[in-house]
């Protein structure tokens, strides 16, 4: 079980202001150093907050993995596969919303990921997951097409607003991962998370390999440090 950081939101600070800090590389290098086994990254066609230059940066920077998060389109593809990260997570993407707001729907996007995106990422090293909901289809799609890992969406369990609910959607999640581990793929899980919600799901959801962690990461840092915020983070996991 791995931590990887998510340091889109640093980059939407120093957006704010329009300045050249916070510096999301140095969050980055501060985030290893802590103990987190790598970083994300969501490169968005709006590049409302990880920009080009980031990205570039990152990928000098980084000692550990490289997650590049990003909506399957030709322009991504091209920066992706330049960057050569190691790994990508595909997304999906919309203008209007303020974050990714659900799974990839796998039915409406399997023929145009096998003919146009996965025949270009099979020329590569980075290897793929897909950000999708915990649903029995979507998973089986996913290990048809032949991805390497899918990123189970925590979301709904996150803002689940009840404590049935909440167990409801650690159910879900905990079918999801024993389906993709037996389906020959990794797990991963990602968005909503935070010091409160982590431990009922590293306690429930077995064969997690990588655990995304950014918005909740960076505004807990606020508090506590970047640095004592991702120990934490990396305590909850340990002790699970």
Not at 6 to 31: I, K, Q, S, W
């Amino acid at each position: 079980m791995q931590l990887l950081v998510n340091v889109d939101h640093v980059a939407t600070l120093r957006n704010a202001r329009g300045e050249g800090y916070p510096d999301p590389t140095e969050a980055a290098e501060v985030c290893e150093k802590a103990g987190a086994t790598g970083i994300v990254f969501h490169l968005r066609k709006d590049r409302r907050h990880i920009r080009d230059e980031d990205v570039h940066k990152l990928k000098k920077q980084v000692q550990g993995t490289l997650d590049f998060e990003m909506a399957a389109t030709d322009e991504m593809l091209d920066v992706c596969i330049e960057v050569d990260p190691h790994l990508v997570t595909l997304v999906p993407e919309s203008r209007e919303e303020l974050t990714t707001e659900g799974g990839l729907d796998m039915a409406s996007v399997f023929e145009d990921f096998k003919q146009r995106v996965f025949s270009r990422l099979r020329e590569t090293d980075i290897a793929t997951s897909l950000f999708i909901d915990p649903n029995k289809k979507d998973i089986e799609l996913a290990a048809e097409l032949g991805s390497d890992a899918i990123e189970l969406h925590t979301g709904t369990y996150a803002n689940a607003p009840n404590k049935e609910s909440k167990k409801h959607e650690l159910e879900r999640l905990r079918k999801g991962a024993v389906l993709a581990h037996d389906l020959g793929m990794k797990v991963n899980v990602g968005h909503g998370l935070n010091l409160t919600n982590l431990k009922p799901l590293v306690e429930t959801v077995p064969h997690l390999h990588d655990i995304s962690i950014g918005h909740a990461l960076v505004s807990s840092a606020l508090f506590y440090g970047l640095d004592t915020t991702v120990k934490k983070f990396l305590q909850i996991m340990e002790n699970a």
